[in-house]
């Protein structure tokens, strides 16, 4: 499994929104972690969470939020 890079998209293997991959300066103040740095829309809000790379998976197209 490869690392993922800032502006990729990705979601959840179970299923889910798909996310956008910040950046890891964002997030400087962690240690080395497994833990990645991801943001989606939902109900006009910006929503950020740490997701664990062994459950995210690359996504293609546009974001959830971006449909009409």
Known sequence: MGTFEPGALVRLRSGGKTMVVKHASSISQLPETSLLLCE???????????YAI?????????PDSEKS
Not at 40 to 50: D, T
Not at 54 to 62: E, H, K, Q, V
């Open 40 to 50: 989606y829309r939902a109900k006009n809000r910006l929503v950020q969470g740490f």
């Open 54 to 62: 062994r459950d995210l998976i690359p996504a293609s197209g546009n």
